[in-house]
């Protein structure tokens, strides 16, 4: 990026898929053509009516904006109870318990990857993705100057990591193990015995985790879900998730940044010192959103909210529409609201 003539020069060597996905839709559709374009990538429910969030989401919206109370500022790493409640919430599927300390409230899981990104910078850093992986990581990590290493995942394994391909990758600048589990976009589930190995690997390595569970108890089929800090005794691990893919309202921005480490390695004085300074010159979710989360009681609308066996259903039902398109391959999905395919 270059500033000249008083502005500044985007033009890189670099596009976004997002970028190019935005001028192909410019070119392709438009009112002239009959045709339009069906996105095949859209993550956000909310635009299929068979998707909705709960009343008792909406409700506590609307209760915690009638009280008045919650025009003000939050804190910036966010409200207290706020905190506690995602920590309490998230503590049920751990064999150790998190404090308020322990959680961040961001603006959607996109800026709490965008503070991992910050936090983890430094010259000659690098970050391991998976591939197919989301391609936020990837941009992210380039605004930080981060270099990108791709691992793969394996498709006739359900998509799980290649491990030797880990251990080839790594070196003394890695600063961090991306997993997105339940996965985006493969629509896999990694079984425990498969996450105990990543958090041996990264152990060995010497690496911390990047736990992205946007899509975390979104499952169907045989594999439950199981996060990553079942494991934050073997390795440090960082939770990233939101609100947005189970309760349905991407919109309302809230998400976590988290720190599953019962180790303590995210306790120490300089770790906790930097984290709150970074979460200083950030913006927040709206008060309201989060005071939400209290008045409609998390774990009570969570568990309310889909069921794996709609989402199986649902994923089963284009199942014969795949197949009048022979030049596409169909991967099975397990989790997430996601299918995978391939030309």
């Known amino acids: 990026m270059e500033i000249s003539n008083g502005g500044i020069d985007n033009t890189g060597s670099i596009i976004t898929i997002k970028g190019m996905l935005s001028l192909l839709m410019q070119s392709v559709d438009d009112e002239k053509n009959e045709k339009?374009?069906?996105?095949?990538?859209?993550?956000?429910?909310t635009v299929h009516s068979c998707f909705h969030t709960t009343h008792v989401a909406t409700e506590a919206v609307a209760e915690a904006l009638l009280s008045e109370k919650f025009n003000?500022?939050?804190?910036?790493?966010?409200?207290?109870?706020?905190r506690r409640a995602i920590a309490e919430y998230?503590?049920?599927d751990l064999p150790y318990k998190l404090t308020p300390n322990d959680v961040f409230v961001t603006s959607g899981c996109t800026q709490a990857i965008d503070v991992a990104m910050a936090l983890l910078?430094?010259?000659g850093a690098n970050i391991l993705l998976p591939r197919p992986g989301f391609p936020i990581y990837e941009l992210s990590a380039a605004f930080r100057h981060i270099e990108v290493r791709h691992f793969d995942l394996l498709p006739d394994k359900g998509w799980e990591v290649d491990l030797d391909d880990i251990e080839s990758l790594a070196d003394q600048n890695t600063v961090a193990l991306v997993i997105i589990n339940p996965g985006n976009p493969c629509g896999n589930v990694y079984s425990y015995q498969h996450l105990q190995k990543l958090a041996e690997t990264a152990n060995k390595l010497k690496?911390?985790?990047?736990a992205d569970e946007v899509y975390g108890h979104l499952v169907f089929g045989d594999k439950p879900f199981v996060p990553m800090g079942v494991f934050g005794s073997t390795v440090p691990i960082l939770t990233l998730g939101s609100l947005s893919k189970r309760w349905i309202v991407p919109g309302w921005r809230l998400g976590w940044f988290v720190t599953t480490d019962p180790c303590g390695m995210f306790r120490k004085p300089k770790v906790v010192e930097r984290m709150k300074?970074?979460?200083?010159?950030l913006g927040d979710p709206a008060t309201f959103?989060?005071?939400c989360i209290m008045y409609g009681c998390l774990s009570t609308i969570m568990q309310i909210m889909i069921h794996g066996n709609f989402l199986e259903n649902f994923a089963g039902s284009c199942v014969p529409s795949y197949?009048?398109?022979p030049e596409l391959i169909n991967f099975k999905s397990t989790g997430s609201s996601l299918k995978y395919l391939d030309l």
Do not use: E, H, N
């Not at 339009?36 to 429910?45: E, H, Q």
């Not at 690496?207 to 990047?210: G, N, Q």
């Open 277 to 281: 300074k970074y979460f200083d010159i």
């Open 121 to 123: 910078s430094r010259p």
């Open 207 to 210: 690496t911390l985790v990047i």
């Open 72 to 82: 003000g500022y939050a804190p910036t790493a966010g409200l207290p109870l706020t």
């Open 323 to 325: 197949k009048l398109i």
């Open 289 to 291: 959103i989060q005071v």
């Open 36 to 45: 339009k374009v069906i996105s095949l990538a859209m993550g956000d429910p």
């Open 90 to 92: 998230l503590s049920r």
